[in-house]
């Protein structure tokens, strides 16, 4: 793709959709020195050196990629215009674009007849989930698993809400005996189940969680904020994730996060939140006399808790879908290289004298850490984190992330190492580019190479 052409022509496009209402009045207000300009733009390039190279695969550090061409074009074409989709004369076109969107996300994870809208991220969507879990269930708390994201614990605390911390089990994955037993407690209004742990990728029994909380009369939310667009591969038939009734499940869940600007190719920030019931737009309830005139219709802005939302976000995720449709052979055509690297990366670290798996991986992050001679989490903390200092530093480097795992993590899982601590640093990769696949040998020989001088 061309991305140069396809910039100029949305400019060109801009730029002769303006010219229809008149000769463009300029005030000298807004003129610009280009030599200001010239140096000012010389030191944004300089600072934006200064960053990793998120686009190519050596870098498998945080969940992080640069947006498809496609998003980009489609994010600047509507931010020349500059829409606001909080209310229908803000945005008229980018709110029927938003509104399209987030209707193929729903048939995605299979909700009928949703309410839905773009969020500024995962934390915004999930904090807008709890608010409405909150109003449905005034005064019973949350439960989640330890490995959820900690944005949970955060907007709990933010509502006011009391929140249960879960046990995982040895796979990352909340753990259905102690759900049982805490859900049994009448406590719990809301269960949090994850689909696709920010730790190391694993995904809750969702199918299994509901069962459990209907029994208890809670509401489950999924945030898969992170992993909800690998829907898309649970129903195929070599059955690339393994067990596809967590996935089949959330179209039974109450709520769903899916953060676009991870796996959906969209730049930052757009994140969603999707309801299966239309009905809590009661919660959302409020007016703004000079902002709803326009339309009998709702707005946007009127089942959202933020305000000015950018058209542009839904422009881009629009235009991406109609180029990557939410199919396996369309998106997930993305996401499965990132899933089939994850998979063969674990078979080389079971077999790597020099670097060994923490936990097999559910999607596509890979959590390993380099083989001691000393079978303690201390010795494997001060490895582990040595190896990512030396990979990064290297004339050739490679960028790996540093995560955190408890004692009981360790403990839990076959791994023979001594909980001498109650936590130690473990390595982290996150395959969620494409081209992690055909880079995959190289980064794991260098890798193996890295951990061996390092014991030398």
């Known amino acids: 793709m061309d991305l140069s052409r396809w910039l100029l022509r949305a400019v060109d496009e801009h730029e002769a959709w303006t010219e229809q209402f008149g000769e463009p009045v300029r005030h000298s207000a807004t003129a610009v020195d280009e030599r200001q300009l010239e140096d000012a733009f010389q030191r944004l390039g300089k600072a934006l050196a200064t960053c990793y190279p998120f686009f190519h695969p050596r870098y498998a550090g945080q969940m992080i990629k640069p947006p498809h061409p496609v998003a980009v074009v489609g994010q600047l074409a509507a931010m020349l215009v500059n829409p606001n989709n909080h209310a229908l004369d803000g945005g008229p076109a980018t709110t029927a674009l938003e509104e399209e969107a987030i209707g193929l996300l729903a048939g995605m994870v299979g909700f009928a007849t949703p309410l839905g809208h773009l969020t500024g991220g995962g934390t915004m969507a999930n904090l807008e989930a709890l608010f409405v879990a909150r109003e449905s269930h005034p005064h019973l708390g949350v439960a989640a698993s330890a490995e959820a994201h900690y944005t949970q614990t955060r907007m709990c605390h933010l509502l006011g809400m009391q929140i249960h911390q879960v046990p995982a089990d040895e796979h990352g994955r909340m753990d259905q005996a ?24 694993a995904v809750d029994p969702i199918h299994t969680i509901v069962d459990l909380a209907r029994d208890a009369g809670a509401r489950v939310h999924v945030d898969a904020a992170y992993g909800g667009f690998f829907r898309l591969l649970a129903d195929e038939p070599d059955r690339p994730l393994g067990d596809p009734d967590p996935w089949r499940a959330i179209s039974r869940c109450d709520s769903v996060v899916v953060d676009p600007h991870k796996h959906g190719l969209q730049p930052y920030g757009c994140g969603a939140v999707l309801f299966a019931d239309p009905e809590v737009a009661r919660f959302y309830r409020h007016d ?18 933020e305000c000015s939302r950018p058209g542009a976000a839904a422009a881009a ?22 899933r089939r690297a994850a998979v063969r990366w674990s078979a080389l670290l079971e077999d790597s004298p020099e670097l060994e798996l923490f936990q097999q991986p559910d999607l596509d992050i890979v959590t390993y850490f380099p083989a001691t001679p000393v079978r303690t989490m201390g010795a494997v903390d001060r490895a582990a984190q040595a190896l990512s200092d030396r990979c990064s530093v290297s004339s050739d480097p490679l960028y790996v992330s540093v995560s955190r795992a408890s004692a009981q993590a360790f403990t839990k899982r076959p791994l023979g190492v001594a909980a001498d601590l109650p936590e130690a640093r473990i390595l982290r990769s996150v395959l969620m580019k494409p081209e992690a696949e055909i880079y995959l040998g190289q980064m794991h020989s260098r890798l193996e190479e890295e951990a061996r001088a390092l014991r030398a």
Do not use: D, K, N
């Open 288 to 305: 703004s006399p000079y902002t709803y005139y326009t339309s009998g219709r709702p707005h946007l802005g009127e089942i959202s808790l």
């Open 317 to 338: 995720l629009w235009l991406t879908l109609q180029v990557f449709p939410l199919t396996a052979s369309g998106l997930g055509s993305v996401l499965a290289p990132g």
């Open 178 to 201: 102690a759900l049982r037993e805490l859900l049994a407690t009448g406590r719990v209004g809301t269960v949090v189940a994850t689909a696709g742990t920010t730790g190391t990728g």
